[in-house]
């Protein structure tokens, strides 16, 4: 089971980026799927959760009315795209995935069983 992250990069201030995620070995159509991110020496913190059919989006308050999260099942793909991207939004991004079938998506990192090697998103002043 692999999560491949992707479409980090460099962007100034107020610019727009938009990461995927896809899964591979294992159908995640039926599991929820999350976004987190971790800034050089802080902790790993909660973006965005999408529940295993779509129908529920979960965000954190810093990033809530400029992320959005969304998903492909055809493609087993998750997305988070980030409009008025601030400096502080500056961090290593992780997908993950649940291990276990039908739930909504968690704000916790103990509620994924997969992760995926992180893509670096830079945000410059």
């Known amino acids: 089971v692999q999560l491949q992250a992707s479409g980090g990069g460099l962007v100034q201030a107020g610019g727009s980026l938009r990461l995927s995620c896809a899964a591979s070995?294992?159908?995640?159509?039926?599991?929820?799927m999350g976004w987190f991110r971790q800034a050089p020496g802080k902790e790993r913190e909660f973006v965005a959760a999408?529940?295993?059919?779509?129908?529920?989006?979960y965000y954190a308050d810093s990033v809530k009315g400029r992320f959005s999260i969304s998903r492909d099942n055809a493609k087993n793909t998750v997305y988070l795209q980030m409009n008025s991207l601030k400096p502080e939004d500056t961090a290593v991004y992780y997908c993950?995935?649940?291990?276990?079938?039908?739930?909504?998506?968690?704000?916790?990192?103990?509620?994924?069983?997969?992760w995926g090697q992180g893509t670096l998103v830079t945000v410059s002043s």
């Open positions: 999408i529940s295993w059919n779509g129908d529920s989006t």
């Open positions: 070995g294992r159908t995640f159509s039926n599991y929820a």
């Open positions: 993950a995935a649940d291990g276990i079938l039908y739930r909504t998506g968690s704000r916790w990192s103990n509620g994924y069983e997969y």
